[in-house]
C-alpha cells in the first residue's frame, strides 16, 4: 500500500480511531476521489468540488474509519510573496471537511496538524512525495478564522494582492490565514501578501 508508514493511529476522545494518509492526487483511487467529493458535498451543503488543474497536483490528507473517509483536507503549491522579500514555497490548504456525523470530535484539527506536522517532515517529503524543495509557509482562506486560530494559523492583517501578469490586483474582500513553519522566515501579519494567479478562486 503506498505511504503505509505514513498512517498513523490517533486515539480520539470519544473513541474514534482514524487512520490518516497523505496521498498525491494521481494516486488516489476513483472510489477515494468520488467519496472526497461526496464527503466534501455533505460537509458544505452543496458539490463544491470545482475539477482546476492545479488539483490534479494536490495532495490529500485523508482521514479514515473503517475504511470510510470521513475527514478531509488537501494542500497544493503555491508561491506566496511578502512584498520586496524572497518568494515563499507555500502549502496552500482547501477543502477541509469532515462527515457531518462525525464533526466536533476533533478529527479535522487531528488533520490540520498532521498536515503542517507532515510538511515540515524533509524525510517523509522526500522519500514519499518525492517533494524536494521545502515549505516555507502553509496558508489558506477560512470560512470562518476562529476554528484554525486555535491551531494556531493567523490571520492576515495586511494587503493582499493576486500577481498577474506583472501586475498586482489587490483583494481586499478576502481572508487568508498563515501558519509558520519551521523554516519561515520572521515576518508581520501586517505586511503585504501576494499570490500568483490562479484559475478559480484566487485565494
Ligand atoms: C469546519 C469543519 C471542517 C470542522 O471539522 P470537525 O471535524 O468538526 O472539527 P473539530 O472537531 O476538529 O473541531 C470542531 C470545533 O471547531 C468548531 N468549529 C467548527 N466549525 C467552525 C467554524 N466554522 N467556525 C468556528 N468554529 C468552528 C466547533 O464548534 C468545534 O468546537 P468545540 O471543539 O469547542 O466543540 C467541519 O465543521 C466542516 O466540515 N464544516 C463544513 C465545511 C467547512 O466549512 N470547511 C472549512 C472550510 S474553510
Partial sequence: MPYADSVVKNSLAKRHVIDIQVIPAQQLTSTDQQSIRDLCAQAFGED???DY???????HVIG???????SHALWTD?????????PLKTAYVEYVATEPSMQGQGLASQLLRFLVSYIQNEQLLRTQLKVDELYQLAALA??????YQRLGWELWLGDLSIRQNGENIATP???V???RLSCTPKFAVTEDLSAEWREGEWW
Avoid: K, T
Fill in 64 to 70: 479514515r474509519q473503517d475504511d470510510q473517509i470521513v
Fill in 142 to 147: 477560512p470560512e470562518d478564522s476562529e476554528f
Fill in 177 to 179: 490565514m498563515v501558519y
Fill in 173 to 175: 474582500e478576502d481572508d
Fill in 48 to 50: 463544491v468540488w470545482c
Fill in 78 to 86: 503555491r508561491i506566496l510573496s511578502l512584498a520586496g522579500r524572497a
Fill in 53 to 59: 488543474g492545479y488539483l490534479n497536483s494536490a495532495f
